[in-house]
């Protein structure tokens, strides 16, 4: 946008800029505490079902922790 109006800025100078005028990157806030979802122990009964049709045939059943490390 500057530079289309002739103007070129450094990132330095954007950096000052937002800091002087306390601009901060901020993370996104999580709302809903756990287990506040009324469904939320539906996933776990479906998981369970699929587990134990999986094993009942013979097949390897993995588990696997997707969250990630901060």
Do not use: C, W
Request: proline share 3%; glycine share 4%; aromatic share 2%.
């Amino acid at each position: 946008m500057l530079n289309a109006e002739g103007m070129n800025v450094s990132v330095t100078v954007v950096d000052q800029l937002l800091e002087k005028h306390n601009y901060r990157k901020r993370k996104a806030q999580k709302r809903l505490a756990i287990g506040a979802h009324p469904q939320r122990n539906e996933q776990f009964e479906n998981i369970d079902q699929l587990k134990s049709t999986d094993q009942a045939v013979g097949n390897p059943v993995l588990s696997m922790d997707t969250k990630k490390e901060n």
